[in-house]
């Protein structure tokens, strides 16, 4: 069985699409389906202060808080919290579990309603905009007119593009961390890469693994593997790891982990399945790829045509996931359409996880955007 | 537009005189965002910025401007024309590639440019290299030929001919001296040309 089930998950769950099925990208009507979501701080009064926070690929709700399934703090506790950014004294921070997730939200293995089984591949394939569309479902039913800011890095980035350009209105203020406007060639090869490897484990069973009561766990680790080394950069593996030997003086001339960056995988694939559901990771992994935004608008400047957000665009200089020149083609897109813009490019060696990382610049950089964007919004402190 | 009113360099100051409020900006070249961050504080400026250097980028970031990393040069071709009531180079048309194509582009983009530059035609720096033979290092141009990033030096009348070959009106001019303040000299005529440090020019499309 999933180690993600029968577990009383913090935070909350609504039903969507009761009344008025969301229609997905490709072609499906979904709903009614549970929607997982987690807050902190308050809303004000006049429901201005809102921040929607969107994760990332293997992220969840639980962006300030101990995690419930691996006991680790939140992912981004550093960032959020009284004083920090995202500021709990002054925002209502939001984040949904997205479409197609595994911790609340509807997904590959809860169950589907038309057969009382859990959905496998049954389950409609999800796009960005899809997440994105279920999100917007979520402030309506909070009674938020706009949120004062969007924020995600990685894939959430992607939510938050896909955000000002469908709901332009909605937004105050959107900040991208780390992403792209569409998902490139290179990556969707790794994620090709990962589902591969999950699919090629006998255990997989066609997706149907529930049903066997058993779950790919050596695919969906080797999955996890080779995605996390895109994670990093050639220089943080070396710094952290170089060519050490890990538990021992020489080399066993086997296939053992000898080093200790071996280890170190096998250990990141090791934990990754306990709170992963293998599914889950296939079609979101599906959803970045088929993100493009030019394509669906006509072109990057279309998307964001008279768009009244104000944006905040971050790179990391090491990051060679979701690289800068990335970023910049969106600067460029949104200087077309003569957009409010900022775009910082961070120094950091620590590669497309530094979003995620204690990196003080780009903790100030953030909280004076956001300072900044509250004082033209006229939100004042609670 | 709460909080402490900042002060800001006089030469500055004169160019922020020259800014409606109430306007958009684009500063090309805005360093760390004090001429944004002055406009936006006393006049209520939609203020945007490009700046070259990521420091500079960065701290007006933090200090909740809107700026981006970017080169006068290559990047001003993205925007869309009459985009901003102003479009502002203060102190960095002499480091441009190609300053006539950023000054068109700039008239492009902005209803009015304003643009702020050392004058080479300054009596000190005619002396310095007619007597020592050398090329002038003085306070407010303090490079060596072999470090300086100002490529493209010009005189208040080379620029004043360029601004007439491009069909541009000098809508205001001062010339300043070296500590930025306003000489009581015409700024387009042959004394400001000598006695003048640096100038600035208020442009429309004619």
Known sequence: MSATENISLPGQCIELGGNGKLRLDCGVELGPFPFAYQTYGELNADKSNAIMVCHALTGDQFVAETHPITGKSGWWGQMTGPGKPLDTDRYFIICANVLGGCLGTVGPKETDPATGKPYGLNFPVITIADMVRAQKLLIDHLGIEQLFAVIGGSMGAMQVLDWAARYPERVFAAIPVAGAARHSAQNIAFHEVGRQAIMADRDWHGGDYLSHDTTPRRGLAVARMAAHITYLSETALHRKFGRNLQDREALTFGFDADFQVESYLRHQGITFVERFDANSYLYITRAMDYFDLAAEFGSLPAAFENTPVRYCLVSFTSDWLFPTPESRAVVHALNAVAANVSFVEIESDKGHDAFLLDEPEFREVLGGFLNGCAEHKGLNRL | ?206
């Open chain 2, 1 to 206: 537009m709460n909080g402490v009113v900042p002060s800001i360099r006089v030469d500055l100051q004169l160019i922020a005189d020259m800014v409606e409020p109430s306007s958009s900006v684009l500063d090309v070249g805005c360093g760390d965002g004090a001429l944004l961050q002055y406009l936006w504080k006393t006049k209520g400026v939609d203020g945007r910025g490009i700046e070259l250097s990521q420091a500079g980028v960065n701290a007006s970031v933090r200090n909740g401007l809107s700026v981006i990393q970017g080169d006068a040069d290559t990047d001003l071709k993205d925007y869309p024309s009459d985009a901003f009531d102003y479009v502002i180079l203060s102190q960095t048309l002499q480091a441009t590639h190609n300053p006539r194509t950023v000054l068109d582009n700039m008239a492009r983009i902005g209803r009015r440019s304003i643009v702020s530059f050392p004058n080479f035609g300054y009596w000190r720096v005619r002396m310095s290299l007619a007597w020592s033979g050398r090329m002038p290092v003085t306070e407010n141009l303090p490079h060596q030929w072999y470090d300086t990033p100002n490529i493209h030096f010009c005189t208040i009348r080379d620029f004043v001919t360029l601004a007439r070959d491009m069909n541009l009106h000098v809508e205001r001019g001062l010339a300043l001296n070296g500590k930025g303040r306003p000489m009581g000299v015409n700024a387009t005529g042959a004394l400001a040309n000598i006695l003048a440090e640096q100038a600035v020019f208020l442009l429309r499309r004619a």
